[in-house]
C-alpha cells in the first residue's frame, strides 16, 4: 500500500509562493487532479532532494 500525501497551500492575492513538496520525482505530483508542472498558476522550478519546488501564484492549491 503506498501512502499519499495531500498539500493544502494558500497564497494571498498580488503574490507568489515558492512551495516545496515532499517527492522522489516531480512528474508524479497532482495539483488538483492534472500534473502539478501543468496546472493552471503553477510552474516547476527545480526538483531537490527530497523535493519537487514549484512558484504558484495567488489562489488555492492541492497538491498530491
Known amino acids: 500500500m503506498t501512502a499519499a500525501m ?3 497551500v494558500e497564497v494571498p ?24 508542472a ?3 498558476g503553477v510552474k516547476f522550478l527545480r526538483a531537490e532532494p527530497g ?3 514549484f512558484e504558484v ?7 498530491r
Open 6 to 8: 495531500r498539500l493544502t
Open 13 to 36: 492575492a498580488n503574490t507568489v509562493a515558492t512551495v516545496y513538496v515532499p517527492a522522489s520525482d516531480p512528474a508524479k505530483v497532482r495539483e488538483s487532479g492534472k500534473a502539478a
Open 38 to 40: 501543468q496546472a493552471r
Open 51 to 53: 523535493y519537487a519546488v
Open 57 to 63: 501564484g495567488s489562489g488555492r492549491y492541492e497538491f
